[in-house]
């Protein structure tokens, strides 16, 4: 069982940046693919950005101003926005799922944090 927490969300203008931090529990974060959805309002969940050790994905509405990286010592994933856009409202998931590869479907992934909020004002 893994459980995930996620912080950093705020409320930001149009232009400025965000680090949201997943934390995990469990001795064995390095043997876990990580993912961050979001969903806005009246919206289903899409994928943002997954990590598997080294390899990273983006959504295209996101690639070029997001960047997701782990610190395995850490049990912690980051997304770190920037440029961010208000159509990046949204509340923001981070996901994991044991194994090694790159997963951009949330049906794909077993454990979900609670959850973090993104505003961003014109």
């Known amino acids: 069982q893994v459980q995930l927490v996620e912080s950093g969300g705020g409320s930001v203008q149009a232009g400025g940046s965000l680090r949201l931090s997943c934390a995990a529990s469990?001795?064995?974060?390095?043997?876990?693919?990580m993912g961050w959805f979001r969903q806005a309002p009246g919206k289903e969940r899409e994928f943002v950005a997954t990590?598997?050790?080294?390899?990273?994905s983006y959504a295209d509405s996101v690639k070029g101003r997001f960047t997701i990286s782990r610190d395995n010592a850490k049990n912690t994933a980051y997304l770190h926005m920037n440029s961010l856009k208000p159509e990046d409202t949204a509340v923001y998931y981070c996901?994991?799922?044991?194994?090694?590869?790159?997963?951009?479907?949330?049906?794909?992934?077993?454990?979900w944090g609670q959850g973090t909020q993104v505003t961003v004002s014109s």
């Open positions: 996901a994991a799922k044991f194994g090694y590869t790159t997963m951009l479907r949330a049906i794909q992934y077993d454990y």
């Open positions: 990590i598997a050790r080294a390899l990273t």
């Open positions: 469990g001795r064995t974060f390095s043997s876990y693919s």
